[in-house]
């Protein structure tokens, strides 16, 4: 299984899942990863040092391999 896993929804927005302890969601509008997401599963994730590097790996991920979603 992936570390990270996307998912469009049928109402134009993405769904990125990290398949790793800690397991978390985040949904995101489509082309607006920065801008607009709800994060599902983290206990702090704007104040927690380890759960902030996860987002900052996912949202390398997500520039890395599908950079034509969130630019």
């Known amino acids: 299984m992936k570390k990270f896993e996307i998912k469009g929804t ?21 082309k607006g990863f920065s801008y607009q997401r709800t994060i599902t599963g983290l206990t ?5 040092p380890k ?6 790996k996912m949202e390398q991920w997500l520039k890395g391999y599908h950079k034509d979603k969130i630019d």
């Open 51 to 56: 759960e902030v590097q996860l987002l900052q």
């Open 10 to 30: 049928d109402d134009g927005k993405w769904l990125v899942s990290h398949n790793e302890p800690p397991k978390f969601t985040c949904l995101f509008e489509n």
């Open 44 to 48: 702090d994730p704007t104040g927690d």
